[in-house]
């Protein structure tokens, strides 16, 4: 079973910072990619950043240059980080943590395992 453990997450002014991680443990952790979507009221669900199991990373173009995403991972953990800087209101949402086996791509529709998420507000 994958246990997405998400920590982070906040309340920021315009400009400020946040970090969000991302854990999953156990040996089948090392085959996983993760990723971080987020969801603001009355949207979709979308990928913001994502980093598959060989350790190539893709990002959505509304954050490059602000967010990194980040990757720790050993025998027996996996763990994702999102850096996010130069914060703006639009980047309020619930942030969401997932995982899947053989994802090369940062669509939320491939990914079955998920976080219970960590909400993100900006202030102006």
């Known amino acids: 079973q994958v246990q997405l453990v998400e920590s982070g997450g906040g309340s920021v002014q315009a400009g400020g910072s946040l970090t969000l991680s991302c854990t999953v443990s156990?040996?089948?952790?090392?085959?996983?990619?993760l990723g971080w979507f987020r969801q603001a009221p009355g949207k979709e669900r979308e990928g913001v950043a994502c980093i598959d199991n060989s350790g190539r990373s893709s990002s959505a173009d509304s954050v490059k240059g602000r967010f990194t995403i980040s990757q720790e991972k050993d025998a027996v953990k996996n763990t994702v980080y999102l850096q996010m800087n130069s914060l703006k209101p639009e980047d309020t949402a619930m942030y969401y943590c997932?995982?899947?086996?053989?994802?090369?791509?940062?669509?939320?529709?491939?990914?079955?395992?998920w976080g219970q998420g960590t909400q993100v507000t900006v202030s102006s």
């Open positions: 997932a995982a899947d086996f053989r994802v090369g791509s940062c669509n939320a529709y491939e990914y079955n395992y």
């Open positions: 156990g040996y089948i952790a090392k085959y996983l990619a």
